[in-house]
């Protein structure tokens, strides 16, 4: 199973404020995933992200939201003006080594927006 | 487009006895599904997964899943419950054999242990 930290675990920001999320596989991966979830609500899909592209995006995924590979290996979500309803766990997964339907998870990062 | 429905949003059950957590799934192809558990604060961990090999899936945590093509089903079992099971359970659906598909969730089952 691979594995894939996420850092920091908790970020809390003002309102307007950017925030950058990161997810850390421990082996070379070209596929990533990010999602949310809201407190008490089900987990969204936010973005996939393939070779430096992104390759498929949700409704949800809208202008303040980018994502990028600053340098091969961190992955990054970045939300440039938070607003409250930002406020949730963020989930970064990864494709399974013996293929690509099963994805891994990171822990999370619980993003509070006051 | 593919989507799951959680037939129970919340279980209650006893130590000991067996559980059962509802799952129907909707796919226009083939799809692959998946159960995930996610304890209190913790991320998400998957029990198992059905990719069109056997339809009577085995997990871990003595958990398994059987797919019912017929039923569009596939609910989730543990003949006998532990306090450690207590959770939030998701099951999941993609495309089989697209790969690289993103994952859509249903809206997820909080499982309670009765000591």
């Known amino acids: 199973e691979p594995e894939v930290t996420q850092t920091p675990s908790h970020q809390v920001t003002q309102m307007g404020q950017e925030v950058i999320l990161r997810c850390v596989p421990i082996?070379?991966?070209?596929?990533f995933y990010w999602y949310r979830q809201i407190l008490g609500q089900k987990v969204e899909f936010l973005v996939s992200f393939y070779n430096n592209e992104i390759s498929e995006k949700s409704e949800i995924f809208d202008d303040q939201f980018s994502v990028e590979r600053p340098d091969g290996s961190n992955f990054t979500l970045k939300i440039r003006s938070t607003k409250l309803e930002d406020s949730a766990m963020y989930f970064c997964a990864i494709p399974g080594l013996a293929g690509t339907d099963t994805q891994y998870f990171g822990p999370g990062t619980r993003l509070t927006v006051l | 487009a593919q989507s799951v429905t959680q037939l129970d949003s919340h279980v209650s059950v006893s130590e000991g006895t067996p559980v059962l957590l509802r799952c129907n799934y909707s796919s226009s192809y083939s799809p692959s599904l998946f159960w995930y558990v996610q304890h209190p604060n913790k991320g998400l961990q998957l029990l198992l997964k059905?990719?069109?090999?056997?339809?009577l899936v085995k997990g871990i945590n003595g958990f398994e899943a059987e797919f019912k093509k017929s039923e569009t089903s596939f609910h989730l079992t543990k003949p006998s419950a532990h306090m450690s099971d207590a959770a939030e359970y998701f099951c999941v659906v993609t495309l089989a054999n697209f790969g690289n598909e993103k994952l859509t969730f249903g809206t997820g089952t909080r499982l309670t242990i009765i000591p």
């Open positions: 059905y990719t069109s090999a056997a339809t």
């Open positions: 082996s070379n991966h070209l596929y």
